[in-house]
Structure formats: structure tokens, C-alpha cells
């Protein structure tokens, strides 16, 4: 059996990663329908070696779509998800429009498949890209002993923000290197050599991006006394998301126990080797891939029965694109 499969923001960041994943994992694609704003309307892309319009998005764009991809930010997924999901479409959307609705399942395929089998909207929302790698690193150490208390740190790509975050990065590092001053529009600062925090603000002076990781991680593991401590920092990486991740757990942890777990998990790859200068998961060398990279598992040195870990995974693959996809898979290619 295959399936017509829009693809709504197709010439973003996320968007082209579906497309080329969609084709890597020979998605059983019967007809693409890659879909953007006006501007892109008439502009191709390829896919299968063939070239295919982009449209703008329609009402009439989604009659016959069997899977809506959505990558287009979370005013397109307001307006057109639902208009999707009326022309009979299972919308499974990347931004943040939909996650913290009780009738739309929060999915990392990994972690809660299980919440697909009840759609209510027809719309399943994919977390944030810092929530999906944390999870994945943590599900299996959840299912052993409860997690009680995260304590994570972030630092993350330009990628996250969007082509054109990363193209301004870019232009930054030139700019200095060449000793001109840089410019910035879609940051609120210089990223080149720098540090931001350049999330809008949201309660408490967290940012929003910071009650994500606390919802998210909540609603997905069923369980609201769950202690989420975040602090997200973008850092000046093209793509690859890292996180340092405290936790601790309901009865004791040892790393030895933790690396035995994760030895074994869906979706991960443990570097379990000793600590060595240069030898743990770095956002140049798992971008590209599907696994979360889990490394530096150690007991922790003031809390008897924690542990730290290091987490790098790449957000547009495993944090938005291949997590869309892969929840198409549970839905519809493995049927
Ligand atoms: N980047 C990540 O790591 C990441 C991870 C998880 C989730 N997400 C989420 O995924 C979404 C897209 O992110 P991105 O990084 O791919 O952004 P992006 O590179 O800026 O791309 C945005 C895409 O949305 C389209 N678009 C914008 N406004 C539209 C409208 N009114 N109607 C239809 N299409 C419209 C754009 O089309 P044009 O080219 O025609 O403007 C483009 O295809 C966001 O919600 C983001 O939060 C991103």
C-alpha cells in the first residue's frame, strides 16, 4: 500500500530533511505534495531523481493526503493543520501549536508509541527537538527506576532556529574573521564565538523554550511530579544539539547500571568507554544521523544514586524531521 504525503513547509530547515528522509527510508510515497508559503509557489524540488512543484498551501492542496507533515511554524499549523485533518489527513505537526493539546498525542515512537492508538483531531504533535533527545536517552532509565528530578542544560544549534539562523551564523564568523563588524536580525545578538539565550521570555524568567522540556517531558511520561530543572543556551554549532543532563530517580542509579540500560536502547548509541580528551558524542560527528549519542555516564560526586550524562543528537533528523516520519511509519508503513 502507499500514500499521498504532503510535506507543508518543504523549503524550510525541517521541511527538506522530510523530504530526503521520506526518500532514504522508502516511505511508500505514492504521490508528494510539497507545500510552502506564496513566495515558493512554482519554485521544484526533487525528489525519487524526479523534480516536483511546490504549491502554496490550500485547502484543495490537501484533498487525497492521506499524511500531512508540518513544518511550518506554529501560525500555518494553527490555521491549515485542522483544514488537514478535515480533508481526512493525519497531520503530524513539528512546532508548537498543538503539543499541549489533551486531544493531540505528544509522540517520540520510542517513548509513547502507544499514545497513537487514540487521535481524537486527527492531528499528533511532535516535541520539541531538546525534549525528543532527552527522552530518548532517559525512557529507559525512566522505565527502570522512576525519574523524580532532570537537571539539564542545553546547547543548541543555529539549525534549530531555521535556514536562515543558520545562514546569519555563517555570515557572522565571516564578518569577524575578516575584521568586520557583524550584523544580526534573526538573532537578538552576535551567536559567532558568543553564547545566547534567544528564546522568547515566558514564566518565572524561564523561557519558553524552557517550559517546553517541562510540559513536554510531563505529558509524554504521563507523570506531572516529575522535576524538570532546564537552562537552554544556543551555542555557535551549525547543527546538533548537546544537553548535560543531571537526573536522579526514585530508588539509586549507578552509571554502571545506567550504561547496561543503554546499551540496549532503541534509538541510542552509548559511548560507554572511559573519559579520553575529544572522545564523546559531538554535534559535527552524529549529524546525519538517526540515533541519539548518549556518553560521559558517571555516578554523580555529590548525590549518592545520581548520574550525569551527555546527550548530542541532531534536531533536524531525530529532533523534528525523522520523528515526524517515523511516526508515519507507526501509522501507516508498518500497517
Ligand atoms: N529546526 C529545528 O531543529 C526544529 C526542530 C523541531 C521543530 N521545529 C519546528 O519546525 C518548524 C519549521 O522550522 P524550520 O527550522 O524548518 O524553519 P524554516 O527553515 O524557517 O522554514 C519554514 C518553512 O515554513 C514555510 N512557511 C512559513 N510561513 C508559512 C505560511 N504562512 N504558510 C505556509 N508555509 C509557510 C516556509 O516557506 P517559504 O520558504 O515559502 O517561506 C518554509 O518552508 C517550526 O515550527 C519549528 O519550531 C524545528
Given at each position: 500500500?502507499?500514500?499521498?504525503?504532503?510535506?507543508?513547509?518543504?523549503?524550510?530547515?525541517?521541511?527538506?530533511?522530510?523530504?530526503?528522509?521520506?526518500?532514504?527510508?522508502?516511505?511508500?510515497?505514492?504521490?508528494?505534495?510539497?507545500?510552502?508559503?506564496?513566495?515558493?509557489?512554482?519554485?521544484?524540488?526533487?525528489?525519487?531523481?524526479?523534480?516536483?512543484?511546490?504549491?502554496?498551501?490550500?485547502?484543495?492542496?490537501?484533498?487525497?493526503?492521506?499524511?500531512?507533515?508540518?513544518?511550518?511554524?506554529?501560525?500555518?499549523?494553527?490555521?491549515?493543520?485542522?483544514?488537514?485533518?478535515?480533508?481526512?489527513?493525519?497531520?503530524?505537526?513539528?512546532?508548537?501549536?498543538?503539543?499541549?493539546?489533551?486531544?493531540?498525542?505528544?509522540?517520540?515512537?520510542?517513548?509513547?508509541?502507544?499514545?497513537?492508538?487514540?487521535?481524537?483531531?486527527?492531528?499528533?504533535?511532535?516535541?520539541?527537538?531538546?525534549?525528543?533527545?532527552?527522552?530518548?536517552?532517559?525512557?529507559?532509565?525512566?522505565?527502570?527506576?522512576?525519574?523524580?528530578?532532570?537537571?539539564?542544560?542545553?546547547?543548541?544549534?543555529?539549525?534549530?532556529?531555521?535556514?536562515?539562523?543558520?545562514?546569519?551564523?555563517?555570515?557572522?564568523?565571516?564578518?569577524?574573521?575578516e575584521g568586520r563588524t557583524p550584523e544580526?536580525?534573526?538573532?537578538?545578538?552576535?551567536?559567532?564565538?558568543?553564547?545566547?539565550?534567544?528564546?522568547?521570555?515566558?514564566?518565572?524568567?524561564?523561557?519558553?523554550?524552557?517550559?517546553?522540556?517541562?510540559?513536554?517531558?510531563?505529558?509524554?511520561?504521563?507523570?506531572?511530579?516529575?522535576?524538570?530543572?532546564?537552562?537552554?543556551?544556543?551555542?555557535?554549532?551549525?547543527?546538533?544539539?548537546?544537553?548535560?543532563?543531571?537526573?536522579?530517580?526514585?530508588?539509586?542509579?549507578?552509571?554502571?547500571?545506567?550504561?547496561?540500560?543503554?546499551?540496549?536502547?532503541?534509538?541510542?548509541?552509548?559511548?560507554?568507554?572511559?573519559?579520553?580528551?575529544?572522545?564523546?558524542?559531538?554535534?559535527?560527528?552524529?549529524?546525519?544521523?538517526?540515533?541519539?549519542?548518549?556518553?560521559?555516564?558517571?555516578?554523580?560526586?555529590?548525590?549518592?544514586?545520581?548520574?550525569?550524562?551527555?546527550?548530542?543528537?541532531?534536531?533536524?533528523?531525530?529532533?523534528?524531521?525523522?520523528?515526524?516520519?517515523?511516526?508515519?511509519?507507526?501509522?501507516?508503513?508498518?500497517?
Amino acid at each position: 500500500m502507499s500514500f499521498t504525503v504532503a510535506v507543508v513547509g518543504a523549503t524550510g530547515a525541517v521541511g527538506r530533511e522530510m523530504v530526503r528522509i521520506l526518500e532514504q527510508r522508502n516511505f511508500p510515497v505514492k504521490r508528494l505534495v510539497p507545500l510552502a508559503s506564496p513566495r515558493s509557489a512554482g519554485k521544484t524540488l526533487t525528489f525519487r531523481g524526479e523534480e516536483v512543484a511546490i504549491q502554496a498551501v490550500s485547502a484543495e492542496a490537501f484533498q487525497g493526503v492521506d499524511v500531512a507533515l508540518f513544518s511550518a511554524g506554529a501560525s500555518p499549523s494553527k490555521e491549515w493543520a485542522p483544514v488537514a485533518a478535515k480533508a481526512g489527513a493525519i497531520v503530524i505537526d513539528n512546532s508548537s501549536a498543538w503539543r499541549m493539546d489533551p486531544d493531540c498525542p505528544l509522540v517520540v515512537p520510542e517513548v509513547n508509541a502507544h499514545h497513537l492508538k487514540s487521535i481524537p483531531k486527527g492531528i499528533v504533535a511532535n516535541p520539541n527537538c531538546s525534549t525528543i533527545q532527552m527522552l530518548v536517552a532517559l525512557k529507559p532509565l525512566h522505565d527502570a527506576a522512576t525519574l523524580e528530578h532532570i537537571v539539564v542544560s542545553t546547547y543548541q544549534a543555529a539549525s534549530g532556529k531555521g535556514h536562515e539562523a543558520v545562514t546569519e551564523l555563517v555570515a557572522q564568523a565571516k564578518a569577524i574573521a575578516e575584521g568586520r563588524t557583524p550584523e544580526h536580525e534573526v538573532f537578538p545578538g552576535i551567536l559567532a564565538f558568543n553564547t545566547l539565550c534567544d528564546w522568547k521570555a515566558g514564566a518565572d524568567d524561564y523561557s519558553e523554550e524552557e517550559w517546553k522540556m517541562v510540559y513536554e517531558t510531563r505529558k509524554m511520561l504521563g507523570d506531572d511530579s516529575i522535576g524538570v530543572s532546564p537552562t537552554a543556551v544556543r551555542v555557535p554549532v551549525v547543527n546538533g544539539h548537546s544537553e548535560a543532563i543531571w537526573c536522579r530517580f526514585k530508588r539509586p542509579m549507578s552509571a554502571k547500571e545506567a550504561k547496561e540500560l543503554l546499551a540496549n536502547a532503541p534509538g541510542v548509541v552509548l559511548h560507554g568507554e572511559a573519559y579520553a580528551p575529544g572522545k564523546h558524542p559531538q554535534p559535527l560527528t552524529v549529524t546525519g544521523q538517526d540515533a541519539v549519542h548518549v556518553g560521559r555516564v558517571r555516578d554523580d560526586l555529590a548525590v549518592p544514586g545520581a548520574i550525569n550524562l551527555w546527550v548530542v543528537g541532531d534536531n533536524l533528523r531525530k529532533g523534528a524531521a525523522l520523528n515526524a516520519v517515523q511516526i508515519a511509519e507507526v501509522l501507516f508503513a508498518k500497517k
